[in-house]
Structures are given as C-alpha cells and as structure tokens.
C-alpha cells in the first residue's frame, strides 16, 4: 500500500478519491467551458464572438489571458486526474458527471455575471438587445448548475447506485 | 563579421548564413553523439526523429520561401515565429540532447558536463521563472518597442533577434517539460504556476498585436499574424501542458501500482 509519504498526496482511500473524482470533473467542466464551447461554439460556430472587440480596457484584456490560459491547463489537468482515480480504482462516472456539469455551469455563471457584466471583457452578441441574451446566459448557467449540484448529491457514496457501492 | 552588412548587398544575408551554419552543426553534432553512444542501450528513434524535425522547424523560420515572405507579411513573420521560438524548441528538448552527450562522453567528461549543470549559473538561468522572463521579456521589446523596426534593418540585430528566440523559448521548454537530467528541477506547482502565466502573457500579446500593429504593418496584416501567433501558439501551449502534467502523472503513481507493473514486466523499471 502506498503510505504518507507517497509522492504528491497520493489518494488511496475512499475519501480522497471521491474528493478527487469531483475536483477533475469541475476542474474539467470549467476547462471546457472556458476554452473548447467558447471557441467552437462563440467564436467559430455562431461567429457572435470577436477575437478582440477593441474597446476592452488593459486590466481585462489582462484577465482574459489569464482565463484563456487557466481554462486550458484545467481541463487538461482534469483529464489526467481522472485517470489517477481510473488506475487507483473504479470511477463513479455518475459523480463525474455531475462535477463536469457543475464545471460548466460554474463558469459561465462567472462569465456572464463577472467577464461580461462587471470586467465588461467582451459581450455575448454586438448589435443586439443584450438583455434577453444576458438572462437566456444567465439563466441557464445556474440551472446547469443546479443540475450539476442534484446529480453529485444523488450520486455521492455510501447512496444506493451512488459511488462506492458497486 | 563586415561592418556593412546592414547594406542590401550582394550574398546571401548575414541569417541564412548563421541559420546554415548552426543547423548544419546541429545535425553533425547529434549524429556524432548518436555514433558515440551506439554501444549503450539503444537511443529511442523518436528522440532522433524530434531533434531533426525541431532542426527542419528552425530551418524553415530562417531560411527559404517562409523567411523570405517574412521580410514584407507579418503573417509569414508570426509563423516563423510559433516554428522557430515555441515549435522548434518544444522538438530540440523532447530529442533529449543532453542525454545523448552524457552518454557518448568518457566518463570523466561526462562527470565535468553534470557538474556544470549543477552549477549556481545553470540554476539561476534554468529556472522556469527566470527562463520565461527571458523568453517574455524578449518578446515584449522586440513587439512593444521599435526593435522589430531595427531588427528589419540591421543584419546582425536581426540574427541575435533570431537566435534569442529560439535559445530562450529552448530554455523555457527545457525547464518546464524537459527530459532531460535537471537537478535543480522546480516543483510542478511552480513550473504550472510559470506555463499558466506564460500563456496568459503570450494570449494578450497576441491581442495587443491585434490592436497595435508594429511599424509599417499594415492593420490587416497584424491582425491576420496576430491571430496566428494566438491560434498556433495554443496548440503548442497545450501540448506543453500535456507534457507537464503527464510527468506529474508519471511521478505520483501509487507505489503498490508500480511494483505491481515492474513485478509484471521487469523490463520497464
């Protein structure tokens, strides 16, 4: 058995491993979202993004590369600590699941309340009434996450079909 | 060195020459070193493979239809850029150089490189955050000041300009993700911490470009290189980060699991 001093915190009990399945999944899903559905989705599929709207100010032109480059190194990091829990033992995917939806929700909250609103970072859309593109964002965002939150509670260990019981 | 090669003369230019020499001595040297050690274990043909295609990168960022083009398009410029200073360089650390000529030294010369590398200098500039102000701040004078402008006109600017950023970006790749033997290697938490931060600077460099083309580029143009350089520099910047995070991974394999694999298969350990 891998004891206290195996390298980096090594998860080998329940616990930690749960812990870690959850951490990948939103670290995944925030991943995701920041990096692969803005690109894909925003700025190539419905083209409503701009690679650079020239009206940002330096701070949030600042904050968005810092963005850029988290959203890309978490979803990387949150692939590979999935496959630590995967070598280790079985992955409750319905609790992965769960945390990579909570991710996704969590982020564009975060982007629609603090990139767009607060930092004014870019919008959702130019030339259009932002409102209702701002509470469509908005709203779904928190409920992506209230569905991410629901899935991770049902599926959390110790439940019948939750983590740990198969 | 003639004190005018700054003046269009006839010849080729003063980088083609520089850029011929240094990979033609590249090649030689590696092949040398491939000779030397061939009666160790075997050397992996993909290590070969990548010194040469890192070699090929830095080739066509100075010589040829790419350098060329880069004289008149910001674009063409910017795509010499992502091969000579991110490209080539991620290539020429995952050939392990050092590694092969640890190997096809004698022994005691082997013993005065490894010394050297523990050496105070090759701590301080093997440092991941030294190594990326390096790199960075390189980057930055040459966009954000008339360095581009002078680099353009003067020959030997333009070869140090050059060369700066393909040494720095090797030495930042080195630090990060290197194969090879590091023995001041910093903590995963710092070199993620310097690669997040590198890419963040590099992502609103690109913007920045964007909005304020150097000068005597043209608005389209800086615009079409500046999203070049964001684009092309993302793909080598997740790989970087693929390669960081697999050696963490490597590195935090529960023990019981890796005396299992090497009870297996002996012949990985």
């Not at chain 1, 915190?9 to 999944?25: E, M, P």
Request: a positive charge; hydrophobic letters at 55%; glycine letters at 10%.
């Amino acid at each position: 058995m891998a004891g206290r001093d195996a390298p980096a915190g090594v998860a080998d009990d329940a616990g930690a491993r749960d812990r870690r399945t959850v951490l990948s999944g939103v670290l995944f899903g925030a991943g995701i979202a920041a990096s692969i559905i803005d690109l894909f989705v925003f700025h190539l599929g419905l083209q409503w993004h701009h690679f650079y709207d020239l009206s940002t100010t330096q701070v949030a032109l600042a904050a968005d590369g810092l963005f850029h480059a988290v959203g890309w190194f978490v979803t990387v990091w949150g692939l590979f600590l999935l496959a630590d829990v995967r070598r280790r033992a079985e992955v409750s995917w319905a609790r992965w699941v769960g945390a990579v939806v909570v991710g996704v929700g969590g982020f564009q909250l975060l982007d629609g309340v603090l990139n767009h609103k607060i930092l004014g970072i870019h919008q959702i859309r130019y030339g259009v009434d932002l409102l209702v593109y701002d509470v469509v964002w908005i709203g779904t965002a928190v409920v992506a996450l209230v569905v991410g939150l629901v899935v991770l509670r049902r599926a959390r260990p110790g439940r019948p079909g939750g983590a740990g019981s198969a | 060195m003639h004190p005018h090669d700054h003046v269009p003369a006839a010849g080729p230019p003063l980088l083609t020459v520089v850029a011929v020499v240094a990979l033609a001595v590249g090649a030689a040297a590696y092949a040398v070193g491939l000779r030397a050690a061939r009666a160790r274990s075997p050397w992996p043909a993909r290590r070969t493979l990548c010194w040469y295609a890192g070699l090929a990168c830095a080739g066509a960022a100075t010589l040829g239809p790419l350098a060329e083009a880069s004289r008149a398009s910001f674009t063409a410029h910017m795509a010499g850029h992502v091969l000579l200073g991110m490209l080539a360089p991620l290539l020429l650390v995952l050939a392990a150089p050092v590694s092969l000529l640890l190997r096809a030294l004698p022994a005691a010369r082997a013993r005065r490189v490894s010394a050297a590398l523990r050496s105070p200098v090759a701590h301080v500039v093997g440092h991941p955050v030294v190594a990326a102000l390096l790199d960075g701040g390189g980057l930055w004078l040459l966009y954000t000041t008339g360095l581009f402008h002078v680099a353009h006109g003067s020959a030997p600017v333009d070869v140090v300009v050059h060369a700066h950023v393909l040494l720095a970006g090797w030495l930042l790749t080195a630090s990060l993700v290197g194969p090879d033997p590091h023995p001041s290697r910093a903590s995963f938490r710092v070199r993620a911490t310097v690669l997040v931060a590198f890419v963040a600077a590099h992502s609103v460099l690109a913007k920045w470009l964007y909005a304020h083309p150097p000068a005597g580029v043209s608005p389209a143009d800086a615009r079409a290189g500046a999203q070049l350089m964001y684009y092309a520099g993302d793909a080598v910047d997740v790989a970087l980060m693929v390669l960081l995070v697999a050696g963490w991974y490597t590195a935090s394999r529960p023990r019981d699991l890796a005396t299992a694999r090497v009870r297996e298969h002996p012949g990985l350990a």
